[in-house]
């Protein structure tokens, strides 16, 4: 299992994930959509990318916005894992 990472890796891994914010011990996106179907499309596609990754973010769905998180929440904080799921989650919509 990775380790955290220390700031400034953080901060280099948020220059290629620039939509995501990050907070304390997590990075998060909110997303928004035409309409309530395409967003549970996307969920859905998120729910693979995690799957396949082994690695799943907390997801919040408010009609067409879904607001994802990631950390590793084992590790307590964020590991290079959370940015690579970041990235290829930023590819289903970017």
């Avoid at 998060?28 to 035409?34: G, L, P």
């Avoid at 990318?49 to 084992?74: C, F, Q, R, W």
């Avoid at 940015?83 to 919509?93: G, K, Y």
């Amino acid at each position: 299992m990775p380790s955290t990472l220390a700031h400034d890796s953080v901060q280099s891994w948020m220059k290629k994930v620039p939509a995501w914010e990050h907070k304390q011990d997590h990075i998060e996106r909110v997303f928004e959509f035409d309409d309530y179907i395409s967003g549970m499309d996307f969920v859905n596609s998120v729910a693979e990318i995690a799957e396949g990754a082994n690695h799943h973010p907390d997801m919040n769905i408010s009609y067409a916005k879904v607001a994802v998180v990631l950390t590793t929440h084992d590790k307590g904080g964020l590991t290079e894992s959370d940015f690579e799921v970041a990235i290829r989650i930023d590819n289903l919509v970017d």
